[in-house]
């Protein structure tokens, strides 16, 4: 046994109304609370033993063995962050000995160094198991077939839903991302259910399918598992009409494991479960860095206790959510997450207000008409910022035109409390993603404008 109790094999489903692991995600608060806080105790007990810099700041904490530990101490805890991974790289911070790497994934970093991680082979074993809870609320049995459009290589999302897939016991086509043709005649011949790939590349499927005259009736697909960069309730709904598709979000990230760290059940797609029994999860106020309450949004923060290669106490993420204790129609007691609803650092500060991109794309995805094309520049040419939201719209809706784009910035204006100025732009000009995650932000500090129209 690698994992402790409640992991269970990874050979296949147990049962209980499509869960993949029912003991584990049904198991009631306090049954968790206990789990968590022996695996707790056993991560401090082991940082302590391996030595280094998680092992320094606990002990600079006043903690020296993990059997002092309770669940409650959590937030006492010191945090690390991306910065800690960075200045260890490569493998500064491995809790085992370097032989014992089976593999390595990590995502692009900013300054050249990629975001490095180290899995061992049960720490394989528990990401396949985490993607298979994921592909399982998601709707996918041991019969799917898995049109695989995450990218295959360094970045966790190919791989982790790959092995995901195949825990699960279905059948995955690593079709990995781009190629569209390709895809498109995959999707017609082989006839998946379940296709797995980010928001942006899915729209940009989807709109591929039409103009081929793929309509979603000849599809066979039944639910979209999309992540990797976030997405809002607008367009779920714009998914959902692209695509036959209900639409799940997965979220993950490397350093905590990869994709499966949380997603929604199809039951309710009203939030992601987190896999809590692995990673434990707090929302810390980013200016005092105390836990938030439910519901309030703070930076999302992961313990992994059950990592080998890599386990890391209260990881800070950057991105932002809230956290919702309360029970879920799909009969899972694990917590539920927000969507991510923006990123501490990604945050845009325009004349003195916090701006998240994402915030953006809710209030353009409301208003009918308005494609999921978008690019929010903020031209810092001068001292006074400004706001430019540039999106598509159909045609119907371009004819209304100036009309439109007013009622838009008004109700930028309610959401965001910032006057921006929206410009409204043909279909195809703002460019498209094949791979990898959409652009929806630029820092136009001089030169050429971003897209051709701005002024
Ligand atoms: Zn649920």
């Known amino acids: 046994m690698v994992h402790g109790g409640g992991l269970g094999s990874s050979g296949g489903r147990k049962g209980w109304g499509g869960v993949f692991d029912p003991v584990a995600e049904g198991m009631s608060v306090d049954e968790r609370a206990a789990v968590q806080q022996r695996r707790l105790r056993e991560l401090v007990g082991?940082?302590?033993?391996?030595?280094?810099?998680?092992?320094?700041?606990?002990?600079a904490a006043g903690v020296e063995a993990g059997a002092a530990v309770t669940l409650a101490d959590l937030a006492?805890?010191?945090?690390?962050?991306?910065?800690?991974?960075?200045?260890?790289?490569?493998?500064?911070?491995?809790?085992?000995?370097?032989?014992?790497?089976?593999?390595?994934?990590?995502?692009?970093?900013?300054?050249?160094?990629?975001?490095?991680?180290?899995?061992?082979?049960?720490?394989l074993e528990l990401w396949a198991a985490m993607c298979a809870r994921a592909l399982a609320a998601a709707g996918t049995t041991p019969g799917s077939?898995?049109?695989?459009?995450?990218?295959?290589?360094?970045?966790?999302?190919?791989?982790?839903?790959?092995?995901?897939?195949?825990?699960?016991?279905a059948t995955v086509v690593p079709v990995s991302g781009g190629f569209t043709q390709r895809q498109l005649t995959l999707l017609r011949d082989l006839r998946p259910d379940i296709l797995t790939?980010?928001?942006?590349?899915?729209?940009?499927?989807g709109e591929a399918l039409r103009?081929?005259?793929m309509d979603r009736d000849g599809i066979s697909l039944r639910a979209g598992v999309f992540g990797a960069e976030p997405w809002t309730d607008g367009l779920r709904a714009q998914l959902e009409e692209l695509l036959p598709v209900k639409a799940v979000d997965i979220y993950g990230l490397s350093e905590v494991i990869g994709p499966g760290v949380a997603c929604e059940c199809i039951e309710a797609q009203s939030g992601l479960h987190v896999n809590e029994d692995h990673f434990l999860v707090e929302t810390l106020d980013i200016d005092t860095g105390r836990p938030t309450a439910p519901g309030v949004p703070g930076e999302l923060?992961?313990?992994?206790?059950?990592?080998?290669?890599?386990?890391?106490?209260?990881?800070?993420?950057?991105?932002?959510?809230?956290?919702?204790?309360?029970?879920?129609?799909?009969?899972?007691?694990?917590?539920?997450?927000?969507?991510?609803?923006?990123?501490?650092?990604?945050?845009?500060?325009?004349?003195?207000?916090?701006?998240?991109?994402?915030?953006?794309?809710?209030?353009?995805l409301a208003h009918p008409g308005v494609a999921?094309?978008?690019?929010?520049?903020?031209?810092?040419?001068?001292?006074?910022?400004?706001?430019?939201?540039?999106?598509?719209?159909?045609?119907?809706?371009?004819?209304?035109?100036?009309?439109?784009?007013?009622?838009?910035?008004?109700?930028?204006?309610?959401?965001?409390?910032?006057?921006?100025?929206?410009?409204?732009v043909p279909p195809g000009t703002v460019p498209r993603t094949e791979v990898g995650k959409a652009r929806r932000r630029v820092d136009w500090t001089g030169g050429e404008p971003p897209l051709a129209g701005l002024s």
């Open 46 to 59: 082991r940082l302590l033993a391996v030595g280094g810099v998680q092992a320094e700041r606990l002990r």
């Open 301 to 364: 923060t992961f313990t992994t206790p059950t990592k080998q290669a890599l386990p890391l106490l209260r990881y800070r993420t950057g991105d932002v959510a809230s956290l919702d204790p309360g029970p879920c129609a799909c009969g899972r007691t694990l917590v539920r997450m927000s969507k991510v609803t923006g990123r501490v650092d990604d945050m845009l500060v325009v004349r003195g207000v916090n701006v998240y991109p994402s915030e953006v794309e809710a209030v353009l």
């Open 76 to 123: 006492e805890l010191p945090t690390t962050s991306k910065l800690d991974l960075w200045d260890h790289y490569p493998f500064g911070m491995l809790a085992v000995p370097r032989e014992h790497v089976v593999a390595v994934h990590g995502s692009s970093g900013t300054g050249g160094r990629p975001t490095l991680v180290a899995y061992t082979r049960g720490d």
């Open 197 to 205: 790939c980010t928001p942006s590349y899915a729209v940009y499927l």
């Open 211 to 213: 103009a081929a005259g």
């Open 372 to 424: 999921p094309h978008y690019l929010v520049v903020v031209d810092r040419r001068t001292p006074a910022t400004r706001l430019l939201v540039v999106c598509e719209v159909d045609g119907e809706t371009r004819t209304a035109g100036a009309q439109t784009a007013d009622a838009l910035a008004d109700a930028l204006l309610q959401r965001l409390g910032l006057h921006a100025e929206v410009v409204i």
């Open 145 to 169: 077939i898995v049109h695989n459009a995450y990218g295959y290589g360094l970045f966790t999302g190919g791989l982790g839903i790959h092995q995901g897939a195949i825990a699960l016991g």
